[in-house]
């Protein structure tokens, strides 16, 4: 089956190959998708967008095997990506879904235009079927339909207080709380990641107890130090849902769904080739002293 990836005005083939069959189909209902690009910031030579919906690895690939042009899907990470060139020292193991059917120059373009403008403008971009179809109803979720309904607008569009994160010039503003909540948004999504791993070795309880630590401890700074309401307000809701007896792996998988969307938002925010141009100007210039 065939896939179309669109953006910045270019379009490029993507094939389905290979045996997972599980992730394919994950896919396949949460198209067609909107998306938005992100830049790397340690593999390198790949694109990326947030992946809406859950699954194990399947096949288990080492990241570094994957050839150029290989099309993934990150777990841990929740990431869909092309790559268009070898990746530089990773450690982790991906599902391949398929790969580009195009030459991957023009990724490789699509790639430096995204280092250039992350964090300066959001790079946006579509990924359907080449037939245009699209998939039927997904089945009703068990979870309280308010959680559903904000993750919902969560992925549809960025919250206002995550918008509003870089407006102030107060002292090391908007830096340090950027900063901040973005590493306690990803060090949330890979906890919740690590409990969601051990479901059926340990106790269920205190696997609920656990992610609502993290949670509690994630809403809590967003809240007072990052100055943010409406997304910690989320996250304090689905700790209060750990303890209401939802369905514990509908449960996990929501809360990862919203926390890997909060650390996506507030990624985008940042200028990260800016930033590491300038922490390297920084250190060239310390050495010459």
């Known amino acids: 089956?065939?896939?179309?990836?669109?953006?910045?005005?270019?379009?490029?083939?993507?094939?389905?190959?290979?045996?997972?069959?599980?992730?394919?189909?994950?896919?396949?209902?949460?198209?067609?998708?909107?998306?938005?690009?992100?830049?790397p910031k340690i593999a390198g030579s790949h694109i990326y967008w947030h992946a809406p919906f859950v699954e194990d690895l399947e096949g288990a690939t080492h990241v570094l095997a994957a050839a150029a042009g290989a099309f993934i899907y990150w777990p841990v990470r929740?990431?869909?990506e092309i790559t268009f060139a070898p990746l530089q020292a990773e450690n982790a193991e991906i599902t391949v879904l398929g790969h580009l059917d195009a030459p991957v120059e023009g990724i490789a373009e699509l790639a430096a235009t995204l280092k250039r403008d992350q964090g300066r403008r959001?790079?946006?971009?579509?990924?359907?079927?080449?037939?245009?179809?699209?998939?039927?109803?997904?089945?009703?979720?068990?979870?309280?339909?308010?959680?559903?309904?904000?993750?919902?607008?969560?992925?549809?569009?960025?919250?206002?207080d995550i918008s509003r994160v870089t407006a102030s010039r107060a002292i090391?503003?908007?830096?340090?709380?950027?900063?901040?909540?973005?590493?306690?948004?990803?060090?949330?999504?890979?906890?919740?990641?690590?409990?969601?791993?051990?479901?059926?070795?340990?106790d269920e309880v205190v696997l609920r107890q656990v992610a609502a630590l993290a949670l509690d401890k994630t809403a809590t700074r967003l809240r007072d130090f990052c100055h943010m309401e409406e997304t910690p307000a989320l996250l304090f809701r689905l700790k209060a849902a750990m303890g209401d007896g939802c369905p514990f792996d509908a449960l996990i998988d929501e809360a990862i769904l919203v926390a890997g969307r909060i650390g996506a938002w507030l990624d985008l925010l940042i200028p990260w080739n800016d930033l590491n141009e300038a922490f390297r100007a920084a250190l060239d210039g310390r050495r010459a002293e």
């Not at 045996?19 to 690009?37: F, G, K, Y």
């Not at 908007?174 to 070795?201: C, D, M, N, Q, Y």
Request: proline share 9%.
């Open 1 to 39: 089956m065939d896939l179309i990836f669109s953006a910045e005005g270019r379009s490029w083939p993507l094939r389905l190959t290979g045996d997972a069959e599980r992730t394919r189909r994950a896919l396949l209902s949460v198209l067609p998708m909107r998306l938005q690009l992100h830049t």
């Open 78 to 80: 929740q990431f869909l």
């Open 122 to 160: 959001i790079l946006e971009g579509t990924l359907g079927r080449s037939d245009g179809s699209a998939p039927g109803p997904l089945a009703p979720s068990p979870l309280p339909r308010d959680i559903i309904a904000a993750r919902k607008a969560l992925w549809a569009a960025c919250p206002a």
């Open 172 to 202: 090391m503003h908007p830096a340090g709380p950027v900063f901040t909540a973005e590493s306690e948004a990803r060090v949330l999504h890979e906890l919740l990641w690590w409990i969601r791993a051990e479901r059926g070795r340990k």
